[in-house]
């Protein structure tokens, strides 16, 4: 299941890049503002993580391989770093 672990460097890009398409240009804020943009990434980090670690071990109990599993999640973050990539160049 380390690929399934592995898989949260992904998601906190995906929320910051997120933030950093909602903001537009880069303004001002203050640090109140900042720290509640913060807890509020943190806390729907927090959720999308119960959520997917739900949705694994459900998966693994109803016989669904491991494996399996990992080896899509793998193949969803490499199309999107391809995806990534292919936008810079």
């Known amino acids: 299941m380390s690929e399934f672990n592995d898989i949260n460097s992904a998601h906190i890009k995906e929320i910051n890049d997120s933030f950093i398409a909602m903001a537009g240009e880069s303004k001002p804020e203050s640090v109140n503002d900042a720290n509640l943009r913060m807890d509020l990434m943190i806390s729907n980090y927090a959720r999308m993580r119960v959520i997917s670690q739900a949705l694994f071990e459900v998966m693994v109990e109803q016989g ?5 599993i990992n080896s ?12 990534i990539l292919d936008q810079k160049t």
């Open 64 to 68: 669904i391989d491991p494996d399996l």
């Open 72 to 83: 899509k999640i793998k193949r969803i973050v490499d199309n999107e770093l391809d995806s």
